[in-house]
């Protein structure tokens, strides 16, 4: 039952994903993602990382995707730009010939991956409150991993610093500019 | 749910191939971004799938982490 859904909800994501990718609005895009957050969203459950799950749909499906929304109806940017399909030979053929590359690369990794015999079969019965308890994960991060997790937000805080600093300096050349 | 290891690999690698396709391919910015989340997501369910092959905690919260931090792009 859980192996069927963990299927279902893998052909969901990849059809979302493939969405994103050829959809001609943004606004398509954004719904075709936020279908697949909620997939992955679902395959975290499944695999037992509760936390991360709950994250997941927060974050991702709360946050980003509002976010991406306000911006494509804030800038108008809902129509099918002309743009976007702009008849640019060049561009679409090394972008297709770099992206086939890119994927070719990660499938023969993944075969890899499957080819591998160090890889243990995941057959351990599931902790009930899930592998990535709120406790062993708070221990976990400010413990072992505080020198990372003290790093990451030095760094947060530099793009903040850096997002004002660069919209600043773009109303003050719009300014000039009128 | 006792789905080897291994699909959840070839799933992320799948995903990584699409968003880097979405990358390369689209010319509008705000695509090109949501096939970065993609390409994030991806990056995620791998660090899943490795922590659920350590069972280690170390996986969930570096993927934990990496939600958490992507608030910000």
Known sequence: MANALFYLMAAGAVAAALGVVLAKSPIQCVLSLLASFFCLATIYLLAGFQFLAAAQILVYAGAIMVLFLFVIMLLNLGNPSSKDGAEDGLFRRKGAFLSVIVAAATMAAGAMAVTADGLAPATQPMPEHGIDTINGLAGEMFGRYLLPFEAISILLLATAVAVVVLAKRDRKDAGKGS | ?73
Do not use: D, Y
């Open chain 2, 1 to 73: 749910m006792t789905v080897p290891v291994e699909h959840l690999f070839i799933l992320s690698a799948i995903l990584f191939a699409i968003g880097t396709a979405g990358f390369f391919l689209r010319r509008n910015v705000i695509i090109v971004l949501m096939s970065i989340e993609l390409m994030l997501n991806a990056a995620n369910l791998a660090f899943l799938a490795a922590s659920r092959m350590h069972t280690l905690e170390a996986g969930a919260t570096e993927a934990s982490s990496k939600v958490l931090c992507s608030r910000s792009s």
